[in-house]
């Protein structure tokens, strides 16, 4: 189970890869770009996890930002938390 802290700070590293430079790359500024305009997708749920996988493989990201976002990861592949529960406040 996934603490209303802990969601509220995966939310914040969400947020940050929203708005900021990692990942790198036009796919992601793609992403970006699909997240503002329809969010609450199905295309909006594949940019957003895309946006988290390529910020593992981005030599730049952040190690604190990567260790939570390992976190993210395994806790919507157990289904302890669902993207649009990230999308929320970022």
């Given at each position: 189970m996934?603490?209303?802290g802990?969601?509220?700070?995966?939310r914040?590293?969400?947020?940050?890869?929203?708005?900021?430079?990692?990942?790198?790359?036009?796919?992601f500024?793609?992403?970006?770009?699909?997240?503002?305009?329809?969010?609450?997708?199905?295309?909006?749920?594949?940019a957003?996890r895309?946006?988290l996988?390529?910020?593992m493989?981005d030599?730049?990201?952040?190690?604190?930002?990567?260790?939570?976002?390992?976190?993210?990861l395994?806790a919507?592949?157990?289904s302890?938390?669902?993207?649009?529960?990230?999308?929320?406040d970022?």
């Amino acid at each position: 189970m996934v603490s209303a802290g802990e969601l509220q700070r995966w939310r914040g590293v969400f947020g940050r890869l929203r708005r900021g430079a990692v990942p790198r790359g036009q796919q992601f500024d793609l992403c970006r770009r699909v997240l503002v305009g329809i969010p609450s997708s199905a295309e909006g749920a594949r940019a957003a996890r895309l946006l988290l996988e390529g910020a593992m493989a981005d030599a730049i990201t952040d190690v604190g930002d990567a260790q939570d976002i390992i976190r993210i990861l395994k806790a919507l592949d157990r289904s302890e938390i669902a993207i649009e529960q990230l999308l929320a406040d970022s």
